[in-house]
């Protein structure tokens, strides 16, 4: 069965420094990955998708990676600051509108 | 555009009685879902939709659960009778039919059943 596997681990990281959250996944070839920002008593925000084809995506400080064949994605915080603190979760899928599965989530935690 | 609008925001009940949550999700978005999220499971697809009709309902726990979606602006996830172990904070989603905008999601219900 398909496997969605986040550090679930929070991440302590110092204001200024690159935060990088890992995103693995078995049995699955999806075609999109989601990355997700949750903060506490809240529904989940969408941040980043990057599809099967694109090595790197950025936004702002964000910035994803994609590769299919170790079957892994990466989510960096660049310049992290304590607002940047929240879980974040991953979520791939095979298409457009299709079903998405979430991973558990890594809470990260930037101190000033 | 207010967003995915989901409705109560707390329901606290007694086990064996009805519950009924209710979603108002963004005008213009084809697919609807519907998610539980536990500290235990994380989250969870319980059920979503595509222009109204129920596409995959394999993550609804069981007969206890149904959920509808009359039309294109409402939904409905009902559980009957509740139990304590459904206490939970249960999600509304929607998106559009193309890819590159991700989910929106509401506010949740936290949803306890004593």
């Known amino acids: 069965s398909q496997k969605i596997e986040q550090n679930s681990e929070a991440l302590n990281i110092q204001e200024g420094k690159t935060a990088t959250l890992t995103c693995n996944y078995t049995?699955?070839?999806?075609?999109?990955l989601q990355w997700y920002r949750q903060d506490p008593g809240r529904g989940p925000v969408f941040l980043l998708l990057?599809?099967?084809?694109?090595k790197e995506k950025r936004k702002e400080r964000l910035k994803v990676t994609f590769d299919t064949t170790l079957k892994q994605s990466l989510f960096h915080i660049t310049a992290s600051q304590p607002a940047d603190s929240a879980t974040y979760l991953c979520?791939?899928?095979?298409?457009?509108?299709?079903?998405?599965?979430f991973g558990g989530g890594t809470r990260v935690l930037v101190k000033p | 555009d207010a967003g995915v609008i989901q409705s109560p925001r707390h329901e606290v009940t007694e086990m064996g009685q009805e519950v009924t949550l209710r979603c108002k999700p963004i005008?213009?978005?084809?697919?609807l879902f519907w998610y539980r999220q536990t500290m235990m499971r994380g989250l969870e697809l319980l059920i979503y939709?595509?222009?109204?009709?129920?596409?995959?309902d394999s993550g609804m726990p069981e007969d206890r659960f149904s959920a509808k979606m009359p039309n294109a602006s409402f939904s409905t996830l009902k559980i009957q009778p509740s139990e304590p172990r459904d206490s939970a904070v249960y999600f509304c989603?929607?998106?559009?039919?193309?890819?590159?905008?991700?989910?929106?999601f509401g506010s949740g219900t936290r949803l306890t059943v004593v």
């Open positions: 990057i599809r099967e084809n694109e």
């Open positions: 939709f595509n222009n109204n009709v129920p596409i995959d």
């Open positions: 049995n699955y070839s999806p075609a999109y």
């Open positions: 979520a791939p899928s095979k298409a457009a509108g299709n079903k998405l599965t």
């Open positions: 989603a929607s998106s559009p039919p193309f890819h590159g905008y991700g989910y929106t």
């Open positions: 005008s213009g978005h084809d697919y």
